[in-house]
Nanobody, 121 residues
């Protein structure tokens, strides 16, 4: 009923930038908070950034000042601009969204399939 599709991952060198997108589609009534998570090999999935529908944002300490989360409510799309990337940013990045469906107006959490970001020289 709802699909979240991430795009924009890839291989970059330390200090470079990368931009991720997450597009939601389906029988969507409304999307509340949207978030980016990441999971590095051998580590637990961790929260990176979160944005509410009114665009209040929150970031993990490790990415503050380097990453910027944004969203376009009309397009049901969220973005993550990542600057000054470090090798420790290497991970699979997932988007998550709290979505209310047209069918029952209930909010549920949905995940994308993930996109790989690799920062290496």
């Amino acid at each position: 009923q709802v699909q979240l599709v991430e795009s924009g991952g890839g291989l970059v060198q330390p200090g470079e930038s990368l931009s991720l997108s997450c597009a939601a589609s389906g029988t969507i009534l409304n999307i509340a908070a949207m978030s980016w998570y990441r999971q590095a090999p051998g580590k637990q999935r961790e929260s990176v950034a979160r944005i509410t529908r009114s665009r209040y944002t929150d970031y993990a300490d490790s990415v503050k000042g380097r990453f910027t989360i944004s969203r376009d409510n009309a397009k049901n799309t969220m973005y993550l601009q990542m600057n000054s990337l470090k090798p420790e940013d290497t991970a699979v990045y997932y988007c998550n969204a709290d979505v209310a469906l047209l069918t029952d107006y209930q909010y549920r959490g949905y995940w994308g399939q993930g996109t790989q970001v690799t920062v290496s020289s």
